[in-house]
Each structure stands twice: as structure tokens, then as C-alpha cells.
């Protein structure tokens, strides 16, 4: 069973790093069939993607957020890991980690989620 | 970037009865090389992440009870409840994956 947890600090200080690690199970991220996804919620609000990496570690990210993201790999501990710099109030969301399939399929696993804030 | 519009924004339907949402994409999002439509449909319970039903348009994910369907080709795109359970009460949102940033619909809101 595919499993993803995201992991990370509860609360970030404006203008510093945001940073969250994804942890899989049950399946690898060196798999090439996948991509390893980022989404968030504000509060209240609907699902943005953010970006995804793939196991060659190419990367597709959101333009809206204007070249503060960056995601990487872990291989040896199968996880794979946000960075979102210059934080605002505006980036307070639930962070979700997920899996997507390089067919066309629509993620299909997803993590719990994990609520950030930023406030000083 | 493609925009997804979904309609209504919420609905009201009986136990029972049939809930019908919309999904419409600003472009096309048929991928002509396997003639699939790269859009899937998720519910989201409150406080929960979203659960794929539907992808490639109308392909039920494993699991996914019958009573959801999915239609639709090219830019217009339609889930069906055919009979509303009250553990459906949840945000259904479409996202097309055909284009980076892949984009979801803004949410429609189903009750009973």
C-alpha cells in the first residue's frame, strides 16, 4: 500500500525558508513512471498545484510562485522535499505531497497534509 | 495556463437523488497521441486530502464506488452521483494534468 506523509515546521517567520519533506512507502520514487507532486489549500480556499519533480529529478513548477520554489530528491531515504523561500503571510496553507502517474493519470496518492503558517 | 470553471459553485440534492457537476477547460485537454483526456475528478471530505475518483475523463479509480461517474471529451467534462449518500457531502473539484501548472477547478460544494 502507497503511503505519503508530509513532515516539517508548523510555523515559519516572514520572509524566511519554508521547507517540508515528503516521506513514500510502498512505492519508489526512482520509479520512472511517476512524478512526486506538491499542492496546497489556503484556509478556506481551493487546491493550487505547486510544482513536481520526476525521478531524473526535472522539475515543473507553478510561474505564480515567481522562482521562490524549488524541490529536490532523497533517494536513499525515498522522500522528496519542498523549499519555498521569502515566505508571506500569503503562503499560510495546508501542504499536501502526492503521487502522479506519467500516463495522464490525476494523482492518485496523497498525504494527509501538513498546516503551515507564517507569522512572526 | 489553462482554466478550469466548474458549476455550479454548490448544490443541494436529497439522499438518494442524482448530483450532477460540470467541468469546462479553456483548451482542450485530449492528448491525441492515446486519445485520453488527461482530467480527473476528486471529492474532499473537511479536513481531508482529496480522493481521486474519476481519471483519464471517465475511468473509475479502484475502490470508487459506482454510483460516480465521469463523461466528457475535449474541453467539457461532467461527474454524476447517481444516487447521493451522506458521506458524499464534500468539495468535488476537477484538475486537468494535460498542461503545466496543472490547474483545478475553483471547488463546487455539494450538501444534502
Known amino acids: 500500500q502507497v503511503q505519503l506523509q508530509e513532515s516539517g515546521p508548523g510555523l515559519v517567520t516572514p520572509s524566511e525558508t519554508l521547507s517540508l519533506t515528503c516521506t513514500v512507502s510502498g512505492a519508489s520514487i526512482t520509479g520512472q513512471v511517476y512524478f512526486w507532486s506538491w499542492t496546497r489549500q489556503r484556509p478556506g480556499k481551493g487546491l493550487e498545484w505547486l510544482g513536481h519533480?520526476?525521478?531524473?529529478?526535472?522539475?515543473a513548477y507553478n510561474p505564480s510562485l515567481r522562482g521562490r520554489l524549488s524541490m529536490s530528491l532523497n533517494t536513499s531515504k525515498n522522500q522528496f522535499s519542498l523549499k519555498l523561500t521569502a515566505v508571506t503571510a500569503a503562503d499560510t496553507a495546508v501542504y499536501f505531497c502526492a503521487r502522479a502517474d506519467y500516463s495522464g493519470k490525476a494523482p492518485d496518492y496523497w498525504g494527509p497534509g501538513i498546516l503551515v503558517s507564517v507569522s512572526s | 495556463d489553462i482554466v478550469m470553471t466548474q458549476s455550479p459553485v454548490s448544490l443541494a440534492v436529497s439522499l438518494g437523488e442524482r448530483a450532477t457537476i460540470n467541468c469546462k477547460s479553456s483548451q482542450s485537454v485530449l492528448y491525441s497521441s492515446n486519445n485520453k483526456n488527461y482530467l480527473g475528478w476528486y471529492r474532499q471530505r473537511p479536513g481531508q486530502p482529496p480522493q481521486l475518483l474519476i481519471y483519464w475523463a471517465s475511468t473509475r479509480e479502484s475502490g470508487v464506488p459506482d454510483r460516480f461517474s465521469g463523461s466528457g471529451s475535449g474541453t467539457d467534462f461532467t461527474l454524476t452521483i447517481s444516487s447521493l449518500q451522506a458521506e458524499d457531502v464534500a468539495v468535488y473539484y476537477c484538475?486537468?494534468?494535460?498542461?503545466?501548472?496543472?490547474?483545478f477547478g475553483q471547488g463546487t460544494k455539494v450538501e444534502i
Open positions: 519533480i520526476y525521478y531524473s529529478g526535472t522539475t
Open positions: 484538475q486537468q494534468v494535460y498542461n503545466t501548472p496543472w490547474t
